[in-house]
């Protein structure tokens, strides 16, 4: 069972445009941190730009940033609008052959287990599972070293 | 977001032999009844033969049966054991190169709407979901007839 590779990716850069909240990023740029396919982003930010998660600036100099703050991006919500389906068995698909289709009880029992996975999801927001900020120096005093003992040694 | 062709047909066939317990049924008749792959379902009744959900017998007048009752055949335990993987992302494999893995906070999320999921399943058997076995006759007052009034009239 898996989502498709177009929701791990727009997952993976909307996370990354929310750790560069200062500055419009490129595809480019993406692509070469997670070393993924430009086209394949390219695809993602088109139906991201469309679905209102992103925005987009065009030209030299252009690029894209987060059209709302992380903790607004639903995780339930942006799935729901990049995920092509959820058809995890052919009778939940309106166009099922299968010869069972309104006899079994299959479809109830997968909706439900659907939503359960759903709703989990509508509980968390891109904020919550963006990697940390990283600090400008490491260790657990750094934060509170004053500012002069960061100086190269005379 | 669904599940591979191979679960969707392993739940179909075990509904199809849930439904004939009194007799051995063969490939051929499962695909003809859903109109399904024969070489798909021959590869997935050696897997259910393996797994020990069903019991095949060899040769001439030869075929499968179900090794257990329908209602000792829990859906969660079923589709776990037939569904190559549940990697919803691809941080959730254990080769994963994803360069956020292990930073971000995406795996234990959807972990746990898996294990929503999977709950649900966990609640239902094979009986739950089975389409119910066609009475003899038709209509409301069927089965409250007694013997002599199905006779041909003279």
Same mark, same amino acid.
């Given at each position: 069972m898996r989502l498709t590779t177009m929701t791990d990716y727009a997952l993976r850069l909307l996370m990354h445009l929310g750790q560069h909240r200062d500055r419009l990023c490129t595809i480019a740029e993406v692509a070469r941190v997670y070393g993924i396919s430009e086209a394949h982003l390219?695809?993602? $930010?088109?139906? =991201?730009?469309l679905a209102g998660w992103i925005e987009t600036v065009r030209g030299k100099g252009g690029?894209?940033?987060? #059209?709302h703050e992380p903790v607004q991006i639903n995780l339930g919500a942006l799935? !729901?609008?990049v995920e092509p389906d959820f058809f995890l068995v052919e009778? &939940? #698909?309106s166009g099922s052959?299968? $010869? =069972?289709t309104g006899e079994c009880r299959l479809t109830p029992v997968f909706s439900a #287990? =659907?939503? #359960?996975? &759903?709703?989990?999801?509508?509980g968390h927001t891109l904020a919550d599972v963006? /990697? /940390?900020l990283r600090p400008r120096a490491k260790g657990p005093t750094a934060v509170a070293l004053p500012a002069p003992t960061r !100086? /190269? =040694?005379r």
């Open positions: 390219m695809k993602i $930010t088109h139906q =991201l730009g690029g894209m940033r987060l #059209a799935v !729901r609008s009778c &939940m #698909a052959v299968c $010869t =069972l #287990a =659907l939503d #359960a996975f &759903m709703l989990q999801l509508d963006m /990697p /940390p !100086r /190269p =040694l």
